[in-house]
T-cell receptor, first 117, second 113 residues
Framework: DSGVTQTPKHLITATGQRVTLRCSPR?????VYWYQQSLDQGLQFLIQ???????AKGNILERFSAQQFPDLHSELNLSSLELGDSALYFC????????????????FGEGSWLTVV | GQQLNQSPQSMFIQEGEDVSMNCTSS?????WLWYKQDPGEGPVLLIA?????ELTSNGRLTAQFGITRKDSFLNISASIPSDVGIYFC?????????????FGSGTQLTVLP
């Protein structure tokens, strides 16, 4: 158990709908990352937050957004869903925002399986 | 962007054999991480490396941070059936504005009885 908690574990929804994925980081971790993993794309970095502020953006679509709340949990919002959005969405956390050293190490949650039909 | 090449893409080995996989990058890294992912699960951290030349073991697993800071390898000794899974390397560049982890494409390991 990495200590990173994600809900829901599985989600099936229709095209055009909107879903919210939730993540609680490890205790003491200030940085949260979201990744998307699909069969043909591997692990793709979406976005990072550190202590409530957006820190870095990766390949995140405009239809997707995220935020980190004062209690450090994070939500990833996916809207106008398309079939191609079906994937495993992982949250990960680390102590530091990526400035070096062991605090950099990120720990992954078990993921949220999203199926868009 | 950073390029990270992981090889081999897949391996079929007999139980008891040793395994070696590696990653090379186009950039100098300050961190190398090795993860294992089982189907439908999140990647689990196996070994973290933070200094060039560092050699770290975790049970039957050994990983090294290459001296050039552009490569890393993972060795698994005396493989067992539960070693089956996908192994990912990940690295973080030592400079640049987007110091995000870059992941390799993974090595699918199959252990035959």
């Amino acid at each position: 158990d990495s200590g990173v908690t994600q809900t829901p574990k599985h989600l099936i929804t229709a095209t055009g709908q909107r879903v919210t994925l939730r993540c609680s980081p490890r205790s003491g971790d200030l940085s949260v990352y979201w990744y998307q993993q699909s069969l043909d794309q591997g692990l793709q970095f979406l976005i990072q937050y550190y202590n409530g502020e957006e820190r870095a953006k990766g390949n995140i679509l405009e239809r997707f957004s995220a935020q980190q709340f004062p209690d450090l949990h994070s939500e990833l919002n996916l809207s106008s869903l398309e079939l191609g959005d079906s994937a495993l969405y992982f949250c990960a956390s680390s102590i530091t925002p990526g400035t070096g050293g062991s605090g950099n190490t990120i720990y992954f949650g078990e993921g949220s399986w999203l199926t868009v039909v | 962007g950073q390029q990270l090449n992981q090889s081999p893409q897949s391996m079929f080995i007999q139980e008891g054999e040793d395994v070696s996989m590696n990653c090379t990058s186009s950039s100098i890294f300050n961190t190398w991480l090795w993860y294992k992912q089982d189907p439908g699960e999140g990647p689990v951290l196996l070994i973290a490396l933070y200094k060039a030349g560092e050699l770290t073991s975790n049970g039957r697993l050994t990983a090294q941070f290459g001296i050039t800071r552009k490569d890393s390898f993972l060795n698994i000794s005396a493989s067992i059936p539960s070693d089956v899974g996908i192994y990912f390397c990940a690295g973080r560049a030592s400079s640049g504005s987007a110091r995000q982890l870059t992941f390799g494409s993974g090595t699918q390991l199959t252990v035959l009885p």
